[in-house]
C-alpha cells in the first residue's frame, strides 16, 4: 500500500509541478498540490496530514521551481 500511495503522489506531484509560466509560479502550484497530496496520502497511510502536508509541499515546490516551462505547461495560473 504504501508503495502504491508513494508512486502515486511522485507521479501526481511530476505531472502537476508545471502549472504556471514562471519558475516562481511553478513552485507556488507545485507546492499548493505536493501540500494537499501529501495531506492526503499522510491521513490515508495512517500517518500525520500535518507531516504529510510539509513534506508534500516542499517536494512539490522543488519540483515546480526545476522544471522549464517547455516540460509542462498546463496554461496561465489561476492567481493571474
Do not use: F, H, Q
Request: aromatic share 2%; charged share 15%.
Amino acid at each position: 500500500m504504501r508503495v502504491l500511495t508513494t508512486t502515486t503522489l511522485v507521479v501526481t506531484i511530476a505531472l502537476l509541478t508545471g502549472c504556471g509560466e514562471s519558475t516562481g509560479d511553478r513552485a507556488l502550484s507545485g507546492g499548493a498540490i505536493g501540500a494537499g497530496v501529501g495531506a492526503v496520502t499522510g491521513a490515508v497511510v495512517g500517518g500525520s496530514p500535518g507531516t504529510g502536508a510539509v513534506i508534500g509541499g516542499a517536494v512539490g515546490a522543488a519540483a515546480g521551481g526545476l522544471t522549464k516551462k517547455k516540460d509542462v505547461d498546463l496554461g496561465k495560473p489561476v492567481w493571474r
